[in-house]
């Protein structure tokens, strides 16, 4: 019965890792996206919902994972238990190591994109404030100039 545990314990892992390799990817080209010249917002935003769907799968694999675990942990805490199952152990052991290497290497790549995304947002703002200005500069120039007096000429001569 520990055997078929930690043959779960495992894929659970293994499919783990999967996910991050596409949340991975997933966040490499988001990267893409906002250094070139022009964000494709779209593109942008489903990479966005395609993350949001892959983290909401790890959470259930880690919920599915820490059920399974807490059952194995009593078993595999005596020492015979861990030699008998040493290469599975090991092999837990090395994709645990993996997915928190992959984890860092995301978390990254998510603080930078971040940093992206708001230095886009900021110009973004700037532009349109500048045309928030020139457009009120030309309403203002307009009003002025349409409520303005007709001053008569001064060299006039007004005696008839």
Known sequence: MTEQYISMLIQSLQKKKQILAQIETL???QKELLRAENLDVQAFDQAFDDKGKLIVQL???DQG???VFERVQSELSSQEAK???AAEIQTLQDLIRDITDL???IQTTEERNKASVEQYF??????IKQGREGSNAAMNYY???KNRQIVPPHFYDNRN
Not at 122 to 127: A, C, H, L
């Open 59 to 61: 959470d259930l694999l």
């Open 27 to 29: 966040s490499m080209q």
């Open 65 to 67: 994972f820490d059920s």
């Open 103 to 105: 984890s860092m290497h």
């Open 143 to 145: 009003l002025n100039m």
């Open 83 to 85: 030699q008998a199952h």
């Open 122 to 127: 900021r110009k973004e703002r700037s532009q």
